[in-house]
């Protein structure tokens, strides 16, 4: 691999490859696409990301695309639904949380908040250096610690301050693409336009 195809991970996997180039890191300021972002990243707790990826497909049919109005409203046979699809992860803990977050969502929304609003509040200053290596990126972060503390207040679960960095990291609030990642400049220059927005 040369220089110019330097990657973070998935090199070597054309599903991860994608996710990697074209996903993890950019900006997420959709709420059912963040909801779906924490769900998904509370799945993945204990587990590879790459097997919660080959699996996405199946959760979104599962939970008919992370539509928190829908998900809020299920019930016990739903639930058991979800406690038999094979194509999930069927982990009785993170499937009740996924139903109380889009309960606890739809609370925010009664509130007059948005979980965009509410995630992206915890945004850090930008500016820290490229990490050069693994070693260099935290599990867990001060923002990431406040992040969780927010959620949990506000009815959400299975959030905790390495899920929520993860879901920073995946959602674009920060840059962690390595230093010479074939994706880290235009990582960059995605999150720049975001905050020039907002100014």
């Known amino acids: 691999m040369t220089a110019a195809e330097l990657r973070c991970f998935g090199a070597d996997d054309p599903l991860y490859r994608q996710y990697h180039d074209e996903e ?47 998900v809020a409203r299920y019930g016990a046979d739903d639930f058991e639904r979800l406690m038999a699809d094979a194509g999930i992860v069927r982990n009785r803990l ?24 509410v995630v992206w509040a915890h945004a850090p200053d930008p500016g820290r250096p490229a990490p050069a290596g ?24 299975f959030v905790g ?12 609030l920060v840059n962690d693409h390595l230093a010479g990642c074939v994706a880290r400049a235009v990582t960059e220059a ?10």
Request: charged share 30%.
């Open 134 to 157: 693994w070693g260099d990126v935290p599990a867990v972060t001060p923002e990431s610690k406040a992040l969780a503390k927010t959620l949990k207040q506000k009815g959400f679960r």
């Open 94 to 117: 993170k499937i009740e949380a996924t139903i109380a977050n889009a309960r606890a969502l739809l609370d925010l929304r009664e509130a007059g908040e948005s979980l965009v609003d």
């Open 161 to 172: 301050p390495t899920t929520a960095y993860a879901a920073m990291q995946a959602c674009g």
């Open 24 to 70: 993890w890191g950019r900006p997420v300021r959709d709420e059912v696409a963040l909801y779906e972002r924490i769900s998904l990243e509370a799945f993945q707790s204990g587990l590879a990301w790459i097997t919660i990826l080959r699996k996405r497909d199946n959760f979104r049919a599962a939970f008919e695309g992370f539509d928190p109005v829908k």
């Open 190 to 199: 995605a999150q720049t336009a975001i905050r020039h927005e907002e100014v």
